[in-house]
């Protein structure tokens, strides 16, 4: 059996080789989380995305040899047990959006062999007074259909999503690099207290941005004229559907008015009519356009009644044919956007009923 700086000397070239498709797994990865998860959510955060360097992989083999000895013993299992080699991380203003973020990317990826995505909640601060990591990791893999093109090369191959707030992601990457990796030894007693102390603030801080984001969206409330961005979009429109989550994919809607030139809530109300009663009816036609979805067939999206969908259901009546339109090709990885498919799957309906 080959001795274990010949096998980890073999990984590592072989992930030299194939460095260039976990850099384009990251790249991916994250622009979905960035466009789809984070923007067509309104949700406030930071995607970043890297491949692990060969430097750093060499290093995890041997962390990984050093508590469990003997685990290495060929270079499949090399790659078996690093399962991070492409990594993104979605850190939130607001501590509250976490659970949103990994429900998103719950629905959006496939876990191993087209599975559901698992995901792994840390919070080590109620077991370790003394650490106060908080982030949820999860083992993401492209859908099928995406697996064309330049992609298809990705196909079996993880990419790691962390999640985590701003705050948090400070104290852990530092936690991480004095304590998890030390230079230079233990951390001594003071090291540790002052981490503790960094800690707490970092809870407080969390706690601090949720009620300034809070108090940003009632200043928005009282805005006039046109949208001045998605968060501004959300927040004037809100009280038409007090009942749901209207951030919950309200990226693409808001990019598809303006694109059409509805930029104020008046332009707005003109298309769906009396905004008093909108929540009522909006909640009738979007029941009514997802039974007919079933009945039809149509599974690729579901309309979902806790969020802008229901501002969408009132708008398609009179604006599906632009939205349409604004997507001549309907093609892209993964298919066309989801707004687009709606909008096309409502004509079609309304085709076969004889109405427009």
């Given amino acids: 059996m080959p001795n274990l700086d010949t096998i980890i000397a073999e990984a590592v070239s072989r992930y030299e080789r194939e460095y260039d498709r ?30 692990k ?73 109620a077991a370790n007074p003394g650490s106060f990591y908080r982030a949820a990791h999860s083992e993401v893999y492209l859908r099928p259909d995406e697996l064309v093109g330049t992609y298809a090369n990705l196909a079996n191959t ?47 801080g969390d706690g601090i941005i949720s009620q300034l984001l809070a108090a940003t969206e009632r200043r928005l409330r009282e805005q006039t004229g046109a949208f001045e961005d998605v968060y501004d979009f959300v927040a004037r429109l809100r009280k038409w559907f007090p009942s749901v989550e209207l951030t919950n994919h309200a990226g693409q809607c808001f990019d598809e008015l303006q694109q059409l030139g509805i930029t104020t809530p008046q332009q707005v109300e003109e298309l769906v009519g009396e905004a008093r009663d909108v929540d009522a009816r909006a909640q009738q036609a979007l029941a009514i356009l997802s039974e007919k979805l079933v009945a039809a067939g149509h599974d690729r999206y579901t309309l979902d009644p806790t969020s802008s969908d229901l501002l969408l259901a009132s708008l398609l009546p009179k604006l599906a044919q632009q939205i349409v339109d604004n997507h001549p090709t309907g093609r892209g ?24």
Wanted: proline content about 3%; overall charge positive.
């Fill in 158 to 204: 993880p990419c790691e999503v962390q999640v985590c707030s701003m705050m948090s992601h400070v104290w852990n990457e530092i936690e991480h690099d004095l304590g998890y990796k030390p230079l230079s030894g233990r951390l001594s007693e003071p090291e540790q207290e002052l981490l503790g102390s960094l800690g707490h603030l970092s809870r407080t």
């Fill in 53 to 125: 360097s060969s430097k750093s992989f060499d290093g995890k083999i041997r962390l990984i040899e050093k508590a469990t000895p003997g685990f290495i013993k060929t270079v499949e299992s090399v790659f078996n047990a690093v399962r991070d080699l492409a990594a993104v991380r979605v850190a939130t203003y607001d501590k509250n959006d976490e659970v949103k973020v990994v429900q998103e990317i719950m629905k959006r990826f496939c876990g191993n062999a087209g599975g559901g995505v698992d995901v792994d909640r840390k919070d080590k601060h």
């Fill in 333 to 356: 990885i993964g298919g066309p956007p989801r707004i687009a498919w709606i909008a096309a799957r409502y004509l079609e309906l309304a085709n076969s009923m004889g109405t427009s």
């Fill in 22 to 51: 976990y850099l384009k797994l990251s790249a991916r990865v994250a622009d979905i989380c960035r466009s789809e998860v984070v923007e067509g959510n309104a949700i406030r955060a930071q995607v970043t995305s890297r491949a």
